[in-house]
């Protein structure tokens, strides 16, 4: 069994930054697949980004390209969010995942689908006002 813990949410105005950061104990980590989700009020959880194993390969919703970047550190056995030029629709919960199941070759099918994520976070808070 893993342990997640993040961190890093707040309040934030429209087009500034955070950093989410979201640390794994229990198990050896750097053989997981990590993801991050959100849920806004009212809404189902979505896939967010995703990183592989060594962290070479990222994946990552339409929605965030371009202002996101998941990262991964195996020695400190963390995962971190950057979120840049952030959004009043960014607004949610944030929630890391791991993954030991998944196998072969990623793909953003697979990165993305929730039931292929065995331990999840508690979740941070992310506020973004405009």
């Known amino acids: 069994q893993v342990q997640l813990v993040e961190s890093g949410g707040g309040l934030v105005q429209a087009g500034g930054s955070l950093r989410l950061s979201c640390a794994a104990s229990g198990r050896t980590f750097s053989g997981s697949i990590m993801g991050w989700f959100r849920q806004a009020p009212g809404d189902e959880r979505e896939f967010v980004a995703a990183i592989s194993r060594t962290g070479r390969t990222t994946y990552y919703a339409d929605s965030v390209k371009g202002r996101f970047t998941i990262s991964r550190d195996n020695a400190k056995s963390t995962v971190y969010l950057q979120m840049n030029n952030l959004k009043p629709e960014d607004t949610a919960v944030y929630y890391c995942?791991?993954?030991?199941?998944?196998?072969?070759?990623?793909?953003?099918?697979?990165?993305?689908?929730?039931?292929?994520?065995?331990?999840w976070g508690q979740g941070t808070q992310v506020t973004v006002s405009s």
């Open positions: 995942a791991v993954s030991f199941s998944i196998i072969g070759a990623l793909n953003i099918a697979i990165v993305r689908t929730e039931t292929n994520y065995g331990s």
